[in-house]
């Protein structure tokens, strides 16, 4: 039988009201991540994992090490585990029509078609886009960027290996040409072939600090994100996304955002598709 504080801690319930309110600040100076009243939970399931590995009793001794000299690594863990979200292949699939059609649309010109999944997550909406345009535009240059504040995604991301439930969209012709399935221990995920994953350019890029110089693009993904941040934070974040999107291009953002009140420097043109003049 457990006889200390320690063993007999259950981290999902021990998080106080106090150590909640230290979390919720220390996301949103890392990431400008708002975490609302009913995210307690989360906080407190995702970082126990962590309080039990340094052998703490209590939420307060972590945060009390993310803050101390000694951090080192720590920090960026806790940053990846509560931005992590899960996605899977050809999410809102009126996107990915609409982008077809643009790309159509597009004359022809020597310069590569560029798109920067900026939320990119683990990499599914990188490589639905790949996909698309490894099919559809055979011999068109082209270019994707993925970004993600949580260097534990992108390393997911970079592997390209998912559980085939996270596939249940895409279409069977390209899961047969760009997936390879698992087999044996690896049974139930696929693999994305590796030459279509080396077409795709990971980055860790904070959406709330200045933008690295990673070019200008025809097309922004910022989708499922803006919710997590407050109206101050999401006008920054667009106005920094808007800022590589070239003239003529396209910003798509989740079907449950709005720029209304955000920002007025783009035009709405379909259900969460924005066209900067």
């Not at 400008?32 to 039990?52: H, P």
């Not at 994305?192 to 693009?217: C, E, H, M, W, Y």
């Amino acid at each position: 039988m457990p006889n200390t504080a320690r063993e007999i801690l259950t981290p999902a319930a021990a998080i106080s009201d106090q150590e909640f309110a230290h979390f919720r600040r220390f996301i949103f100076e890392a990431a400008g991540i708002t975490l609302g009243d009913n995210k307690k939970q989360l906080v407190s399931s995702r970082l126990g994992s962590r309080v039990a590995c340094h052998g703490f009793a209590t939420f307060a001794e972590y945060f009390k090490l993310l803050n101390s000299d000694a951090a080192g690594a720590e920090v960026q863990i806790a940053i990846d585990l509560l931005t992590t979200n899960e996605t899977y292949f050809f999410r809102e699939p009126r996107h990915f029509e609409f982008l077809e059609k643009q790309l159509n649309a597009l004359p022809a010109r020597q310069q590569p078609v560029r798109i920067w999944s900026a939320a990119g997550s683990t990499g599914e909406e990188a490589y639905s886009i790949a996909m698309l345009l490894e099919d559809r535009f055979p011999g068109r240059p082209w270019e994707i960027v993925a970004s993600d504040i949580s260097s534990r995604v992108l390393d997911r991301a970079r592997a390209g290996h998912y559980p085939m439930e996270r596939a249940r969209h895409v279409p069977r012709g390209y899961l047969q040409r760009f997936c390879l399935k698992g087999t044996g221990k690896q049974q139930d995920t696929l693999l994305v072939d590796r030459a279509l994953r080396s077409k795709v350019t990971f980055l860790q890029i904070n959406l709330n600090d200045r933008l690295p110089a990673i070019g200008t693009f025809d097309f922004v993904f910022l989708r499922n994100v803006l919710i997590y941040f407050n109206p101050e934070t999401k006008r920054s974040v667009v106005a920094r996304a808007l800022s590589v999107l070239r003239p003529g291009g396209w910003l798509f953002i989740g079907h449950s955002e709005t720029l209304n009140g955000i920002s007025d420097a783009v035009k709405a043109i379909a259900p969460a598709i924005y066209q900067k003049p």
